[in-house]
């Protein structure tokens, strides 16, 4: 069992994927916003965070930057499949970049690698 944060602004589709996520045997959170995400990842380790980069309070990767203790894998979120934003992403420390939308079977299949 993995711990996972979805930091999504969306509670839909943060529901969604956590539904989907918790339904295979994972502990998951969700967070809205950067300050909510920083929050969890200051209060508890998680094994991978799914970070979305457009959030009410600022961009997504503010999450790895000011978070004291960081999830060990982070897979960055987006609606934008722009070479720049993908190179942004992973220079920040994203391990991949999906973009949205992202099929259920490729989440889970994803989380399963990366968490095992």
């Known amino acids: 069992m993995a711990r996972i944060l979805i ?3 969306n509670a839909d589709a ?3 994927m956590r539904m989907l996520l918790a339904a295979s045997g994972h502990d998951v959170q969700v967070a809205g916003t950067v300050a909510d995400a920083i929050a ?8 991978l965070m799914l970070l979305d980069l457009t959030l009410p309070d600022g961009d ?7 978070a004291a203790a960081g999830p060990a894998v982070t897979l960055a979120l987006t609606g ?12 920040a420390g994203c391990h991949d970049v999906l973009i ?17």
């Not at 997504?60 to 000011?66: P, Q, S, Y």
């Open 80 to 91: 934008w499949d722009d070479p720049a934003i993908i190179a942004r992403c992973r220079a």
């Open 60 to 66: 997504g990767l503010e999450v790895l930057e000011r």
């Open 14 to 16: 943060g529901d969604a």
């Open 7 to 9: 930091v999504e602004d």
């Open 40 to 47: 969890a990842c200051n209060d508890s380790p998680f094994d």
């Open 100 to 116: 949205k939308p992202v099929s259920a079977r490729t989440l889970l299949a994803l989380t399963a690698t990366l968490t095992s």
